[in-house]
Structures are given as C-alpha cells and as structure tokens.
C-alpha cells in the first residue's frame, strides 16, 4: 500500500517549493537542513544587497525568486509583507494591514515566520492577525483576526507559531479552551477545525510521519504537552505529558527519524518515540535535564542533535551542545557561543552554520569529535532572528535591515 500512502502525502502537501528554496520556518522540511553543500571562505563573503525593513523577529523566506519579510510599519500599529528579488534586493511589492495595539520592551514587530504554498504566502502576525497573500502580486487573498474572532488571550510574548501548511488548512496556535490549535482552510479563511483547552507555547508546529499510518500527524507542544493532531481534522492521535510550562516558552521540537525532541528550562530535553500502527503511542526515549532551551531551535544530523542551551543566571548565555541522538548523552558542549540565542542550518555536506546574536556567521565541521570552527565573518548588527540559505546565499536580519551573502558561487 505505500503507492496509496505515497497518493496521500502528494494530496496534503500540494505545489512543493524548489529543493534550494527556503519557503517556509526552518526550511523546505521545517527541520533546519539543507542540502546545499557551503564550504570554509577563505575571504569576506560578499554582500550582495541590504535593504531596510521594520523591526520584527521574524525569518526571511525564499521562494520562486523571492525573499519576504514580514515586519511593523515604523511608528504605527500596522504590518506589513515585502517581497524583494533574491538576487538583487529589488523592491518588488509591499502589503500593509492594520493590526490591534501592541507594546513591549523587546520586539512590537512580526515574531512568526511566514509560509509560501504554492502561489500564496501566509502570516501570522504578533497580535494574531492571519492573512493570506498571493506570492506574485501581493494582493491580500484574506484576512482574520484569530485571537478576536475566538476571543482568546494574547499569548505573553505575542504570537510566536509559525503557520503550517497542509493540503487546504493552515495551522496555527492560538491557546485556550477549545483554541489550542486552530485549522482554518487556506482558500477562505473560515475556521475548519479547533483542539485542545491549554495555553499555547512559543513553539511552533512540525509534521510527522509514523510508520504505518497514511496521514502524517501534525506535532505542536502546549504548555502541558506535546500532541500529534490529524491535519485535516484536528482528531487527537497521540500525546505525551510534559510538567507545566508557565512562560510558555519553548523551541520548535526536533523531528529525526523516528524520533521527536523536545526542549524547555523546566523539563530540559526529551526524546520521544512515537509507535506505528493505526493506534499510535508516545513514549520517552531519553531525558537530559541539563540541556535546557527557552526558543532556539536545534537540528539533527547523522545520528547527531545539535541544541542551543541556556543559562540565565548569573549572566545569560547560550551554549550549543552536540549529543548522541540515540541515547541523548552529550558528545560535546561549546559554552558562550550566543547570549541569549544563535540560529542553526545544517548544511548538505556535514557543516553547520551558526549566526549568533552579534550578528557573526560561523560555519562548523558538524562530523568532528569536538567544536571545529572552520571560518567565520560578520554578516549583520545584533539580531534574534535565525538566518535562512537559499540558492548558495545566506539572508540574514536585524534591527533595521535584511541582508544578502553570497556563500556559494
């Protein structure tokens, strides 16, 4: 029956993005890989373009020839989406919306990142508001305020979950009771189906196959847990409990193999495997209480995890540990190599890059024995948001602007 299972996932997934394109939260398989091979500079890698945008955490995305940005109108309380071309940083439209007030001392821009499906593109944006955009033109497609329209709360840190998209839904979290996760149908924007009673995390959502089953499930953590959902519906396939996450905070989790990983300052990391068959089961695999993260996500790579860790006293500071994916022990540990946060992309030939919050690009050997820093260069001011490779170049963002480098010829 793989040919059904095979039918089934094209169904779901729909227009697929170029393998080197980067359309969506960490990448074509929202897993922080590439398969673009960047190899150690020997000079200053080239900046290519920089244009200024307004403030906001979320990632550029790539795709089809070009980057989006989502961001705050400066001075007032609207967002907009802007699409620049990849190559040569030309303005090629901008898409303003109003949004409802918002303050804080650390970011009033766009947290979420964007997601490109086919010919549309969808944000999520730090109040809530959700809004569907043709990729080519810019033109608004729909628009809803999901926190206002389910009169939910206001997350503490705003809204942080990147949308997912699967066949005709795009998946989000909203938080309370009957609004954990929310599928709302791309076409329209009307509400298709809602799950769960608890708050929501910082995390955001990641799809998951199981052996044995012809739908894969769709993996969010809520404060209480870490859940697989059926896209399509919102049915409960499996759970696993984790202790109350009252800040909510929490990295995307981490799916390699048949593994998920998951990482909070409470809970540290857990591994999770999920059994195979109509009735799926989650069970843990492994717990590392002392790799504890609040919103950087890792990434897997060759029977390898590579987590950003935290300390938050006395001083912060962000550290990467590489561990043995099967046992969840630690092969190595890096300290300091961000304060607060770093963004990682493993590489197609066994690096990884790693952008620190000062803005300093490093790439590393992903396969040695102990931290290897091959080369490293500064790309941007400080910043908190993850870097994205498309097409042999990096875009990276600040405060104030998205640039381009140019890492491959």
């Not at 907009?80 to 007030?101: C, H, N, Q, T, V």
Request: net charge positive; charged share 20%.
């Amino acid at each position: 029956m793989n040919w059904l299972r095979t039918l089934l996932v094209v169904a779901l997934f729909g227009p697929v993005a170029a393998a080197s394109d980067w359309p969506q939260w960490l990448g074509p398989k929202r897993d922080g890989g590439s398969t673009e091979a960047v190899e150690p500079w020997k000079n200053t890698p080239k900046e290519l373009w920089k244009a200024k945008v307004g403030v906001g955490f979320s990632t550029p995305v790539v795709a089809d020839g070009r980057v989006f940005v989502h961001a705050r109108v400066n001075g007032k309380e609207r967002e907009e989406l802007i699409a620049f071309d990849a190559k040569g940083g030309k303005l090629l439209w901008r898409s303003p919306y109003d949004r409802g007030p918002y303050s804080s001392v650390l970011n009033t821009g766009p947290q979420a990142t964007p997601t490109v499906a086919g010919n549309r593109i969808y944000t999520f944006g730090i109040t809530g508001v959700l809004c569907c955009f043709e990729a080519e033109t810019g033109k608004q497609v729909w628009q809803v305020d999901a926190f206002k329209k389910l009169k939910a709360q206001l997350p503490q840190f705003g809204v942080c979950c990147s949308p997912l998209v699967v066949g005709n839904r795009v998946i989000v979290a909203v938080g309370g009771k009957g609004n954990s996760v929310v599928g709302f149908d791309t076409e329209s924007g009307e509400i298709a189906w809602q799950a769960l009673d608890e708050p929501a995390s910082t995390s955001s959502p990641v799809l998951f196959a199981a052996k044995g089953r012809p739908v894969p499930d769709v993996v969010f953590m809520t404060t209480l847990r870490v859940v697989g959902l059926n896209p399509l519906d919102g049915t409960l396939s499996w759970e696993f409990p984790l202790p109350f996450q009252p800040s909510g905070t929490a990295p995307t989790p981490v799916v390699a193999g048949d593994q998920i990983v998951t990482s909070t300052m409470t809970n540290g990391s857990t591994g999770i495997r999920v059994t195979s068959g109509e009735k799926p089961s989650a069970e843990k695999t492994w717990q590392a209480k002392n790799l504890s993260g609040y919103f950087s996500s890792g990434v897997a790579a060759k029977g390898r995890l590579f987590l950003v860790t935290n300390t938050l006293k006395p001083v912060p500071r962000a550290d990467l540990a590489c561990v043995d994916l099967g046992t969840g022990k630690q092969v190595w540990k890096k300290e300091g190599v961000g304060y607060f946060h770093f963004g990682l992309i493993r590489t197609g030939n066994g690096k990884l890059l790693v952008l620190d919050d000062t803005g300093n690009l490093k790439l590393l050997d992903a396969e040695a024995t102990e931290y290897r820093e091959l080369c490293s260069t500064k790309v941007c001011d400080g910043t908190l948001v993850a870097p994205t490779l498309a097409n042999g170049m990096l875009y990276a963002r600040d405060a104030e602007y998205v640039v381009c480098i140019q890492l491959a010829p």
